[in-house]
């Protein structure tokens, strides 16, 4: 802050908001936000550095060579095994009767040119993805293939906004995600598959050969998330980048936004609006 480092550390819990303090001034800051909210640095708010809500598995699949926070040995012992689980049991201290949400709904929340907007996580799931607007700007909501894993983008390709729809898994008229069904022949009751008399009541049954048994075929790749623009048909992955088309190699300006529960979100950004589909 002002040029100086700040250190923190857990100090509290506001409404079940993460609570922080700086060992420096001593200051509490609120985690959401990241502003100040008591002693001598009041008013001010920390600079919010651009990241991801990914599962471990969709961030692997980008990076190569990166490194993972390990635990503290010594505090290992301290560390919450069930965290999630247990907090989403507790009562909330705060609630907005009369909105449309539950007080533990989750919704991505994002702040964007001084607006507000909140998408319940379910709808993101069933309708990824997601085409709005907010504050003027066209924006792109997307759930990865995890279903847990999200992105926001500015729809603008050279500055012209453009719509975007995920491509469908099969395009070449396959037989892809078409169900089989194993249809059994009824058996001869007087011979058996291998030419001989059925086995009597009570007597041992022959062995009879069995064919060898083909080995069974490896499932194929999972095909990649894509999206498609409507502007030049080009191909974009899920880091918002185009990877075919006359787009390749251009990239949509990324959105910061925050998975929350819709109690935490609306208690401070009481002037958000919620996306309706």
């Keep these: 802050m002002n040029g100086k480092a700040l250190h923190f550390y857990l100090a509290g819990i506001n409404n079940q908001n993460f609570l922080m303090r700086d060992k420096e001034t001593g200051t509490w800051w609120q985690q959401i936000n990241g502003k100040a909210i008591?002693?001598?640095?009041?008013?001010?708010?920390?600079?919010l550095v651009p990241y991801d809500e990914l599962t471990f598995g969709e961030w692997k699949s980008e990076v190569s060579g990166g490194q993972v926070l390990s635990e503290v040995p010594k505090y290992?012992?301290?560390y919450e095994s069930n965290w999630e689980p247990d907090v989403a049991k507790l009562p909330v201290v705060i609630s907005f009767p009369g909105?449309?949400?539950?007080?533990r709904d989750v919704v991505v929340g994002l702040e964007f040119n001084?607006?507000?907007?909140?998408?319940?996580w379910n709808t993101l799931l069933k309708q990824s993805p997601v085409m709005d607007h907010v504050a003027g700007a066209p924006l792109l909501v997307a759930v990865a293939s995890d279903k847990k894993s999200f992105r926001i983008f500015v729809s603008r390709i050279d500055g012209k906004d453009?719509?975007?729809?995920?491509?469908?898994?099969?395009?070449?008229?396959?037989?892809?995600?078409?169900?089989?069904?194993?249809?059994?022949?009824?058996?001869?009751?007087?011979?058996?598959?291998?030419?001989?008399?059925?086995?009597?009541a009570g007597a041992a049954s022959p062995a009879v050969p069995q064919p060898a048994q083909a080995p069974a075929k490896p499932d194929p790749p999972a095909k990649p998330w894509l999206l498609l623009d409507t502007a030049t048909a080009s191909e974009w992955n899920f880091q918002g980048c185009a990877v075919s088309g006359p787009a390749q190699g251009k990239c949509l300006d990324r959105v910061s936004a925050l998975k929350d529960y819709w109690f935490d979100w609306r208690n401070y950004h009481p002037e958000t609006t919620i996306y309706k589909h």
């Design 76 to 78: 290992a012992k301290q």
């Design 114 to 120: 001084g607006t507000s907007r909140a998408y319940p």
């Design 162 to 200: 453009t719509e975007f729809f995920l491509k469908a898994e099969s395009e070449d008229g396959d037989d892809a995600g078409k169900s089989s069904k194993k249809i059994d022949t009824p058996l001869d009751p007087k011979k058996s598959s291998a030419g001989v008399s059925p086995a009597v």
């Design 99 to 103: 909105t449309e949400l539950k007080s």
């Design 38 to 47: 008591y002693g001598p640095l009041k008013g001010a708010s920390l600079e």
